[in-house]
């Protein structure tokens, strides 16, 4: 019986601890958000968008983790709080950043907002694009490709910027949904948002019940097919992009991004991890995986989606095979009668 009561009071002491170490930083970050996420402060470096803080990981350490240095009387005291170092937690890139071509020239700030940081896995390849067209403008982006690169707008709106520029590696199929006219590039294509979804389906039901159907959080070919064949998404558009799992920050130009097989490779097994990514309310989005293979059938699974050299279509080898196959029987047929024939011809 003593044994017991002593068990149930070490319990409830233990959680009133696990309370009390937990509650100063939500404290903390409630009382900094009373003030810094005020409408009235949008616009200036002090204001916090509260929803997109809430997604980064940041949000999980509590405000006071960076912000270490306040002054008990902030902000009555009225003194500027030194700005923090990302190298105290980010020492390896940090040291990885410094040496890259934009170590002398880009913070981490002026790349990565830390109250609106995401993980990479929420993102689309624009999300990253669009914090590299902050400094580097996209027309120039595509005059300076295009003077080696074939269809250089088309690679600019199908890859991130870190695929070519970084040392980045393991890289996956990821399929965005747009929705537009026409499927070129700059045509007026834009990208589908979740209110967009939510109109076409039932009330509570998941966005992503739209091509996954059983619910079973994976996409198989036959789900793409009849994804493609309903006329009530016509309009919409599945835009591939080769994306990164592990990033680098070593900013460079790589000499092997400028040999085509880099993306273009052949074989079987190539960039077989696929996905499709499912907008959130919040503005992230949802990756599911796509079946293996599946991704590589136009015709059947994905006919917006085509990467030349490594995309297959079953029908379209068949009939390939079937083309050489009779190219290959013609001579064979026509050496083997005129073989058999030989005594005749003589004879006549």
Not at 141 to 165: E, F, G, N, T
Not at 184 to 189: A, K, N, Y
Not at 253 to 263: E, H, K
Request: charged share 20%; glycine share 6%; aromatic share 6%.
């Amino acid at each position: 019986m003593h044994k017991e009561k002593g068990i149930f009071s070490f319990l409830v002491l233990a959680t009133l601890f696990l309370l009390l170490a937990t509650a100063p930083a939500e404290a903390t970050k409630k009382s900094c958000q009373d003030c810094h996420a005020k409408k009235s402060l949008e616009g200036t470096p002090l204001y916090i968008d509260s929803a997109k803080y809430q997604l980064t990981s940041h949000s999980h350490l509590g405000c006071e983790a960076c912000h270490d240095k306040m002054s008990k009387r902030h902000p009555t005291d009225k003194v500027r709080p030194p700005k923090v170092s990302c190298k105290e937690c980010h020492a390896e890139i940090f040291a990885e950043h410094a040496k890259s071509e934009h170590g002398n020239y880009a913070g981490c700030t002026d790349c990565h907002n830390p109250h609106a940081v995401r993980p990479l896995a929420t993102l689309t390849a624009r999300d990253l694009n669009v914090q590299c067209e902050k400094c580097h403008n996209h027309s120039k982006i595509v005059l300076s490709h295009a003077k080696w690169l074939p269809q250089a707008p088309l690679h600019i709106d199908a890859l991130p910027c870190i695929s070519c520029h970084t040392g980045s590696q393991n890289y996956i199929i990821l399929l965005n949904m747009a929705t537009g006219v026409s499927r070129s590039v700059g045509s007026g294509l834009r990208p589908i948002i979740f209110n967009d979804l939510r109109l076409l389906l039932p009330e509570g039901e998941k966005v992503s019940t739209l091509i996954d159907n059983n619910g079973d959080g994976k996409i198989s070919l036959e789900e793409l097919k009849k994804f493609n064949k309903d006329s009530r998404y016509r309009h919409i558009k599945l835009l591939g992009t080769m994306m990164p799992e592990v990033v680098t920050h070593t900013f460079q130009t790589l000499d092997n991004r400028y040999d085509c097989t880099f993306c273009h490779a052949s074989g079987p097994n190539v960039q077989q991890a696929s996905f499709i990514a499912f907008p959130e309310p919040d503005g992230t989005y949802r990756r599911l995986p796509v079946e293996k293979g599946a991704i590589m059938d136009m015709l059947y699974g994905t006919p917006d989606f085509y990467m030349i050299g490594f995309t297959r279509s079953t029908t379209l080898s068949i009939i390939g095979a079937l083309i050489v196959a009779g190219g290959l029987m013609v001579p064979i047929l026509h050496g083997t009668l005129r073989f058999l024939t030989r005594r005749r011809r003589k004879e006549g």
